[in-house]
């Protein structure tokens, strides 16, 4: 569709820039060859005439139905709209007025500059920022032959889009920016999205990276690592904040984001790079998977970078990356699972065995959230020695991590969010603190020890909760009694 922009010569012939209409290219409507002059500069197309007149209207409407923009001067704004009326009843007509100036011209919508600023010329303002931001980064990475593109170790979907997204913004192949981390790709939907997306992820050492002529890092920053090869890297990109300063040739880092993903999609954007369903699918998973579909730390941005990404993915990949393929052995460990869960006081406890990998647990806890009467699902598994036991919440007001804490903090690490929360503990640690026992026995200690956890941290919150509103309470006849004084006083 096409935007018709009635232009008087005090708005200097452009009130908004060509670029920031949707769609085709809009059609400005002047009175002076100078405004012409200076929007043709940019681009635009331009139609001059005497704007009181019907004329000039009948040659700039195509069906008489396009969305018109009227920019004068409001002693001449009754005249021209009664001019476009006559020759465009049907049009959506907008009228660009000063703030503080109400009028009541009948089927006509009053746009404040105010609100054109913040709602049309902030984000074109923005996105020339980004497009300088791209530029700067295109022009540092022009010199390199070949570029690492780092990962933290175990990365996870927001990492793993981010990176491929900053290898088609640097216009590089997999052999000139390959894609790396010091460790592998756990958890089994990861993995589903690198296979499936076929994004080469590559498991390099350490003393690699010096083979390199530029690194940069996405999702991560170079205080996460513990190998000292990081001195300082030529670019950072990331969401999270800083823990400690970041020294890199060029960094972009947004806290206030809820995912990496969304700074690279906005990156594509503004330099006007085509973003296939392969990528498309890639970040959208990424904002997704990072902010639990919009439901945590979501912002603005966030939200439209996923709406715009939304429409240019594959639906049907995404479903099978949400939902990856289990291998036999897993089928097997989850019927055993099933068949021997234990139902608590509205905690869920299974006990897998052995486990190739511990992602396998956490994938398993969120399975056996959702069986029936249950608020909580503990599930446990050895892999390689170590006890991992996964928890998941679905009540609102729960603190999953605290709970784990108080119940194995001090066997392992223990920690985790409100929902979701993990604890690692040696075998070893385990037999001498607690004793061998048989794989039911054990998921019962855990149950035990679990629910002790629960009471105790269910206690210490009654306990705050009653504190609060005793001090409400003390604050309000505190206040109550000031006032009462306050009365006889000035009686």
Known sequence: MRYVVVCGEDVGGAPVPPSAFPGEQPLFVVRHPRARARLERQGAQVLVGDLDREAVYRRAFRSGKEPVLVAVP?????????????????????????????????????????????????????????????????????????????????????????????????????????????????????????????????????????????????????????????????LVIDHHPETVPVRAGLKDIRPSYGATSTILTEYLRAADVKIAPRLATALLYGIKSDTQDLERGATRAD?????????????????????????????????????????????????????????LVAQFADLFLQIHGGEWAVISGVVAGDLHISVRS??????????????FGALGSAGGHRSMAKAVVPMRTWRARVGHMSAERLRDAIASRFQRAIRSWSHSSAQRSVGSRTLRSWKHSTAARSSVSGTLRTS
């Not at 439209?304 to 393929?325: D, K, M, Q, T």
């Not at 679905?394 to 119940?407: F, P, T």
């Open 74 to 234: 409001g002693c001449r704004e009754a005249t021209v709209v009664k001019t476009i009326r006559r020759v465009a009843p049907a049009a959506p007509l907008f009228v660009l007025a000063d703030d503080g100036v109400n009028g009541r011209t009948p089927g006509v919508t009053r746009i404040s500059r105010t609100e054109l600023v913040a709602r049309v010329l902030a984000p074109a303002i923005a996105r020339a920022a980004t497009r300088g931001r791209v530029d700067r980064v295109r022009k540092h990475f022009a010199r390199a032959e070949h570029v690492l593109l780092m990962l933290q170790d175990d990365p996870d979907p927001d990492a793993i889009a981010s990176a491929l997204a900053l290898r088609v913004l640097l216009g590089r192949t997999r052999a000139s920016a390959p894609i790396a981390t010091f460790g592998g790709i756990g958890r089994a939907e990861n993995r589903a999205m690198t296979r499936l997306l076929e994004i080469e992820v590559e498991r390099i050492p350490a003393r690699d990276v010096l083979a390199y002529d530029m690194v940069a890092m996405v999702d991560v920053q170079p205080s996460f690592f513990e190998e000292r090869v990081f001195s300082a890297v030529d």
């Open 303 to 359: 939200v439209e970078a996923f709406a715009f990404l939304h429409g240019l993915s594959n639906h049907a990949v995404l479903r099978r990356i949400e939902r990856p393929e289990l291998p036999e052995r897993a089928v097997d460990l989850l019927a055993q699972a099933i068949s021997r869960r234990r139902l608590v006081n509205g905690s869920v406890f299974a006990h897998l065995g052995a486990v190739e990998y511990p992602e």
């Open 394 to 407: 679905a009540g609102q007001g729960r603190a999953a991590g605290d709970v784990v804490r108080r119940a």
